[in-house]
Structures are given as C-alpha cells and as structure tokens.
C-alpha cells in the first residue's frame, strides 16, 4: 500500500510539473481517482513542502485551488549540477570574464556531440526519436510527437541545470546548436525557454523540411 501511495503521489507531481498548475478535479480526472483521494495525496506533499496552492477566483462559480511546486518540489525532479556548479561559475566569471563561460559551455557541447553523434543516426524523426531518449535519460523529461503540418514538437519539462541556465542563457543556445548539429537539420526553433521565460517547458519546433 505505501508502495502504491508513493507511486501515485510521484505522478501526481510529474503531472503539476508538466502543466505548471493544476486543480484537484484536473488531477482526479487525468489520473481516473476520486477527488477526496487526490486531497489525501496533495494533503502530504503540502506537508512534505513539495507544493502549495493559490486561490483563483472565477468569474462565476466557487473559487478553486490550484496547485504548484515549491522550490524544494521542483528540486525533487533530476538534477544534474556536478561540474555545473553556480558558484564555481561566478567566481569563473569573476576572474577571466564572460568569455571565458562561453568557451565552457561551447566546450561541452563539444563533449556531448562527441558522445552522441554515433546514437543519433538515420532519418530525421529517428534521430528525433533517439536523442529524445538520451535526454529523458539525463532527466529532461521529454516528449515529442508529429504535428499534423509534419513538423516535430520536442518537449522538455525538465531541466537539470536549470539554476545554472537561468543566470547563463549561453547554457540553452549550446543545448540549440546541439539539437542542430545532432538532427543534421538548422530548421530547430526553441519557441518557449523555461530557464529565460518562467515557463513549465522548453519547447522546440523542428521543421520536417
């Protein structure tokens, strides 16, 4: 039982981190669970400090409560800081200049290139496909699927380094030139960025061209 508890409490927080806010009756019908059942769930994730919900009056109707991750529920999900420490950064920048950040960075995305351009073969969705399963390895949480126009939608709710690359935005135009390089295609357009734009993803557009 206190297996199964934490599974679904576990899908409930991927479920908020996914869509960035949600309601009980939002939860209860994505999961097929009765509400009280869901209260009992976000009753100890409240408690554990994972998440805290805000009121939303509506124009007609009961207000209703929606809920979202805290900092430490956010620090719940995969991280991956290591080598990518904030500090060592700042004090980096401090003692060479933001230049000196760029070449890290650009050196890195080196590394990874290096490391993944024999997995990401074949055509273009394969290669989708592939790196879509390297990066749901590294923690960013990925989706992808075919839009109806051909082009590819490629959906990250997760990012590791997120405090990194919200002081750093060399950070995502290196994972960009990445995608690029790996796809074989320059058609990659970022159209939302969760580390410059508070939003709940970054969200890519890959042009079947």
């Given at each position: 039982?206190?297996?199964?508890?934490?599974?679904?409490?576990?899908?409930?927080l991927?479920?908020?981190?996914?869509?960035?806010?949600?309601t009980?009756?939002?939860?209860?019908?994505?999961?097929?669970?009765?509400e009280?059942?869901?209260r009992?769930?976000?009753?100890?994730?409240?408690?554990?400090?994972?998440?805290?919900?805000?009121?939303?009056?509506?124009?007609?109707?009961?207000?209703?409560?929606?809920?979202?991750?805290?900092?430490?529920?956010?620090?719940?999900?995969?991280?991956?800081?290591?080598?990518?420490s904030?500090?060592f950064?700042?004090?980096?920048?401090?003692?060479?200049?933001?230049?000196?950040?760029?070449?890290?960075?650009?050196?890195?995305?080196?590394?990874?290139?290096?490391?993944?351009?024999?997995?990401?073969?074949?055509?273009?969705?394969?290669?989708?496909?592939?790196?879509?399963?390297?990066?749901?390895?590294?923690?960013?949480?990925?989706?992808?699927?075919?839009?109806?126009?051909?082009?590819?939608?490629?959906?990250?709710?997760?990012?590791?380094?997120?405090?990194?690359?919200?002081?750093?935005?060399?950070?995502?135009?290196?994972?960009?030139?990445?995608?690029?390089?790996?796809?074989?295609?320059?058609?990659v357009?970022?159209?939302?960025?969760?580390a410059?734009?508070?939003?709940?993803?970054?969200?890519?557009?890959?042009?079947?061209?």
């Amino acid at each position: 039982m206190g297996k199964q508890t934490r599974s679904t409490r576990q899908v409930i927080l991927s479920l908020i981190k996914r869509h960035k806010e949600r309601t009980v009756s939002d939860i209860a019908n994505e999961l097929g669970i009765t509400e009280m059942a869901v209260r009992r769930h976000l009753q100890g994730l409240e408690t554990e400090g994972l998440i805290q919900a805000r009121l939303e009056k509506q124009s007609m109707g009961r207000p209703s409560y929606k809920y979202y991750l805290t900092e430490s529920g956010e620090e719940s999900f995969p991280r991956n800081y290591g080598a990518l420490s904030l500090e060592f950064l700042k004090d980096l920048e401090s003692l060479n200049g933001n230049q000196v950040i760029e070449e890290l960075f650009e050196k890195r995305r080196e590394r990874l290139e290096d490391k993944y351009k024999e997995i990401v073969q074949g055509s273009l969705e394969e290669r989708i496909a592939a790196l879509a399963k390297i990066q749901d390895e590294n923690g960013y949480m990925v989706e992808w699927e075919q839009a109806a126009d051909g082009d590819y939608r490629f959906i990250e709710y997760n990012c590791p380094i997120a405090k990194v690359a919200k002081d750093y935005h060399i950070a995502c135009s290196c994972e960009k030139k990445l995608f690029k390089n790996l796809l074989n295609t320059d058609h990659v357009v970022r159209e939302t960025c969760a580390a410059k734009d508070n939003h709940a993803a970054c969200v890519y557009t890959i042009k079947n061209a």
